[in-house]
């Protein structure tokens, strides 16, 4: 059974930066890991994922200011943001899926989530 929990949550004024951490149990090199995350009121949505060989993809909101990384040896996955913004405001979740990342990812296991506040 995998388990993962964020640390890292935090308030932060608009331009700052946060580094997210996802501790995962167990081996995690043949997972997709994504960050995921929802405010208030909206639904969730993905912030960027990454596969076993760390091939990323980023929603368009998240490109150029955050970058996800994986260390499969620590079992830990990362989400730096930069460039913070109030519209970044949101619980922030991680997830791990299915090997593939690209077709049909199913995103099986999910942790508890982390409070990002920007104002």
């Not at 970058?67 to 460039?83: E, F, G, H, P, Y």
């Amino acid at each position: 059974h995998v388990q993962l929990v964020e640390s890292g949550g935090d308030s932060v004024q608009a331009g700052g930066a946060l580094r997210l951490s996802c501790a995962v149990s167990g081996h995690i090199h043949s997972y997709c890991l994504a960050w995921f995350r929802q405010a208030p009121g909206k639904e969730r949505e993905e912030v960027a994922r990454i596969d076993s060989y760390s091939k990323t993809s980023y929603a368009d909101s998240a490109k150029g200011r955050f970058i996800v990384s994986r260390d499969n040896a620590k079992n830990t996955l990362t989400l730096q943001m930069n460039s913070l913004e109030p519209e970044d405001s949101a619980m922030y979740f991680c997830a791990a899926g299915t090997v593939n990342c690209w077709i049909g990812a199913n995103f099986a296991y999910w942790g508890q989530g982390t409070q990002v506040t920007v104002s």
